[in-house]
């Protein structure tokens, strides 16, 4: 539903969503994600371009939407028009936890309030779909030598890599994205660690 609403990728997602960023959750460093924002309301949870799992290295190794032994976000079924049975989710409802090769296991936030409409059960039996663009950033990166920012800004997590479909209720769609950063803030933010690493 999400990749296709977005196009596919490439430059659908730009012409049809906002894009939002939630850095740091929880204060975990690096730990960000970005909220894809249709003009419908709807809701798309990624991975953001800077998170640790996104980096060149790392290997997704298991993705589990069991939140705890009585919630798990496979179990949501949603019907009709009102989205009756879906999980409502506050913005720091997990909606999975992700492990890698390197024994780091991450949990995924929903980073917004709403009612969790599907999640992406394709990444379970194919979870380098996370991945994807990131990988061939990285390739690119080290054959041009051009600005670090501008590609991870460039390159973002395909569309068909996404986690988590969230509906916010109407009277709060408008109100969902305080606490975001929009693009041009998540830049500035980019920009400040990598000068703070250098």
């Not at 909220?35 to 298991?62: D, F, M, Y």
């Not at 009277?171 to 990598?194: A, D, F, N, P, W």
């Amino acid at each position: 539903m999400a990749a296709a609403a977005a196009g596919g990728g490439g430059g659908g997602a730009e012409r049809y969503f906002t894009r939002w960023y939630k850095p740091d959750v929880k204060g975990r460093p690096c730990e960000d994600f970005c909220v894809l924002q249709h003009s419908n309301r709807i809701c798309v949870i990624t991975l953001a371009e800077a998170h640790p799992l996104l980096q060149n290295g790392k290997t997704i190794t298991s993705i589990n939407y069991q939140i705890s032994a009585n919630c798990s976000r496979l179990q949501n079924k949603v019907s009709g028009k009102s989205k009756r049975g879906a999980q409502f989710l506050t913005e720091l409802a997990p909606l999975c936890r992700i492990s890698s090769s390197d024994g780091e296991e991450y949990t995924i936030y929903s980073c917004i309030r709403g009612r969790l409409i599907e999640v992406n059960e394709n990444i379970l039996s194919n979870p380098a779909l996370l991945q994807e663009k990131v990988r061939n950033f990285f390739a690119f990166y080290f054959l041009t030598f051009i600005s670090l920012l501008t590609l991870i800004l460039a390159f973002q997590p395909s569309t068909e890599g996404y986690i988590a479909v969230v509906l916010p209720k109407f009277e709060e769609s408008k109100s969902i994205t305080q606490g975001l950063l929009t693009q041009k803030e998540y830049e500035e933010v980019l920009l400040k660690r990598l000068n703070s690493s250098s």
